[in-house]
């Protein structure tokens, strides 16, 4: 199921550039997700700001879900950025409509929901969420 929404871990590594930072989600010393943070993100999707970077591929591994860690690691997450990329003001992502557990792990880990749809998803339309870091 996840597969259509998020891509595979080959997809994933594949991806890596100057302007995607790949990182993995590790708990108790084991690899359980996966995510890239896009730097270039506002030259994709003119709903981004220029001082907005955009979460793709967010993924905790099926045998994980269900345990919070998803919703841990985005909660986690706003700190990373104000310590990492501190020239960001926001952070963005798309998720499909019809995903809505990510959509609720997003929401409880500090995104919120701008009311506006990305229509150009392979999967069909994606909601637009946004995260402020600072």
Same mark, same amino acid.
Do not use: W
């Given at each position: 199921? #996840?597969?259509?929404f998020? %891509?595979?871990?080959e997809?994933?590594l ?6 995607a !930072?790949?990182h993995?989600?590790? !708990?108790?010393?084991?690899? &359980? %997700?996966?995510?890239k943070?896009d730097i270039a993100?506002?030259?994709s999707?003119q709903?981004?700001?220029s ?5 793709r591929?967010? &993924?905790?591994?099926?045998? #994980? ?5 998803g919703t ?6 706003f ?5 990492s ?6 952070v963005?992502?798309?998720?499909n409509?019809q995903? #809505? ?7 409880? %880990? ?5 009311g506006? #749809?990305?229509?150009?998803g392979p999967?069909?339309?994606q909601h637009?969420?946004? %995260?402020?870091?600072?």
């Amino acid at each position: 199921e #996840q597969l259509r929404f998020a %891509g595979t871990a080959e997809e994933f590594l594949q991806d890596g550039s100057d302007t995607a !930072h790949l990182h993995v989600i590790k !708990h108790d010393g084991s690899i &359980v %997700g996966f995510f890239k943070l896009d730097i270039a993100y506002s030259e994709s999707y003119q709903f981004c700001p220029s001082d907005g970077l955009g979460l793709r591929f967010f &993924v905790i591994d099926k045998s #994980q879900q269900g345990k919070g860690l998803g919703t841990k690691a985005v909660k986690a997450l706003f700190d990373y950025l104000k310590k990492s990329y501190p020239s960001f003001k926001s952070v963005y992502l798309t998720v499909n409509c019809q995903n #809505q557990a990510a959509r609720a792990c997003y929401l409880k %880990g500090g995104f919120e929901d701008n009311g506006e #749809q990305y229509l150009g998803g392979p999967a069909g339309p994606q909601h637009i969420m946004l %995260g402020k870091i600072a």
